[in-house]
């Protein structure tokens, strides 16, 4: 444990960063600047944990933002990436693999029959949007408020994440022209996005969003907003993108289409399908993903696509999922927290608890969370207050009201008794 006299490792560590790294740390929420604390530098995970460099011991609720949902360092995943190792880290070419992968996408999510691999999520919704407006001929893309599909610029309008956590609400640096190719409505209102077809009809190649969103903290849609979304699309002859990078293989198995019975045109995956490593992929119907090169000329590449090592941990982790009980014990886990932290929130008041398979965000409101302007009601100095207090007491829970906490099946119920009895201390 670190004392007040000496300078933590983590300092150190920050104040070298700063010098040769913007703001410290590769990923702005890293900086956990809205939380009004340094960054944390980690050593080591294992199972539920984390380990910092000064030695200090969490129960991690952000699972690296998603990947993490058999914890850190499955041995079935670690023996996956090893065995790949001895035959090298990367190739530039096919590999046995990828094509794996691909069978195995395909076939747990039946709205995907082609699905092609990238490096990150950012890199399959850039993907996506670039072979949807290719396939419709039309350039207008509707994106949700609060939504976040990674840095690609047509993206970072009224977005959530980072962008939400450190109030920047449209980014230097895109182009006027490519911002107005993006219109943003809010979340869980199917009159703005019937509006806004009234006004671009013909014009919008794509809607865009997190089926469930994670971004905003965790936001549920309403009943027959998805089936509203699908339906308003096909009318219309644009094309359903689901933005299925957190909630792909974590909410259920089949992901948040399977679970709300719903079929997208195109789906972008990351996160679990690369076990901890650097994947991203998109895929969906036949005759538009068979418009990319070589197929097609919609051009799109990548040196490190389809890597044999994060190919080897994603399908030691998806075929791990695929064992019975997986689900059923990942949703007893966050059930249990929620329950937890809901009865906490009906003694004390000022705070509203949303949940999902493997997923998880208590808002500090009294309101119900439906969107991003009611998120972006919640009473940040008081999740900050949270948060710090939390850490101290060694729960790592995400640094921004803005971002879901994640959930493993390695959780325990002591774990989460504890986190619990932390947050009970702490709010
Ligand atoms: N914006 C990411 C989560 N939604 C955080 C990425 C990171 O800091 O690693």
């Known amino acids: ?105 395909c076939q747990l999510i039946p709205s995907i029959e082609m699905v092609r691999m990238v490096n990150s999520g950012t890199e399959a919704t850039m993907s996506a949007i670039r072979v949807a407006r290719a396939f419709t001929k039309r350039d207008i893309i509707l994106k949700f408020e609060g939504c976040y599909h990674g840095h690609g610029d047509s993206f970072l309008a009224k977005a959530g994440s980072g962008l939400a956590t450190l109030g920047i609400s449209s980014c230097p640096g895109v182009p006027e022209e490519t911002t107005k190719l993006t219109i943003t409505v809010p979340f869980n209102d199917l009159d703005a996005v019937k509006k806004a077809f009234k006004e671009h009809a013909k014009e919008i190649a794509a809607v865009i ?9 965790l936001i549920l849609p309403k009943e027959g907003y998805l089936a509203g ?49 650097p994947v991203g992929a998109y895929g969906g119907r036949r005759e538009i993903m068979e418009m990319i090169a070589p197929k097609g000329s919609v051009y799109q590449a990548g040196t490190l696509s389809g890597n044999p090592l994060a190919m080897a941990a994603g399908l030691a982790q998806l075929k791990h999922l695929q064992q019975a009980d997986s689900y059923v014990r990942l949703t007893n886990k966050t059930d249990l927290l929620a329950k937890g932290l809901t009865e906490l929130a009906e ?41 710090r207090k939390l850490t101290d ?21 002591k774990d989460i008794e504890e986190t619990i009895k932390a947050f009970e201390e702490s709010v």
């Open 1 to 105: 444990m670190s004392t007040a006299s000496v300078i933590s490792r983590s300092k150190q560590l920050a104040a070298r960063a700063e010098k040769v790294i913007p703001g410290g740390v590769n990923s702005p929420v890293r900086a956990l600047k809205s939380v009004g604390a340094d960054p944390i530098y980690f050593e080591r995970g294992d199972g539920p944990h984390l380990f910092d460099v000064d030695g200090n011991k969490y129960i991690d609720y952000v699972g690296s933002w998603g990947p993490m949902v058999l914890g850190h360092c499955h041995p079935r995943v670690l023996e996956a990436i090893e065995a790949a190792l001895a035959h090298g880290t990367s190739y530039g070419a096919p590999c046995r693999q990828e094509v794996e992968m691909a069978e195995l996408i």
């Open 209 to 217: 969003l997190e089926p469930v969103v994670g971004n905003s903290g």
């Open 229 to 277: 979304l699908r339906e308003i699309t096909s009318q219309n002859g644009a094309l359903l993108i689901f933005d299925e990078v957190m909630t792909g293989f974590r909410v259920a198995l089949n992901g948040a289409q399977g679970r709300f019975d719903i079929k997208p045109d195109l789906t972008t995956l990351g996160k679990i399908i690369g076990g901890g490593l």
């Open 347 to 387: 003694k004390k008041g000022g705070m509203k608890v949303a949940h999902i398979t493997g997923m998880i965000t208590v808002f500090f409101t009294d309101k119900e969370v439906v969107d991003f302007e009611s998120a972006k009601q919640c009473d940040t100095d008081k999740f900050a207050k949270v948060w």
């Open 393 to 413: 007491k060694g729960i790592y829970w995400p640094p921004s009201q803005f971002e879901a906490a994640f959930l493993s099946t390695v959780h325990s119920t």
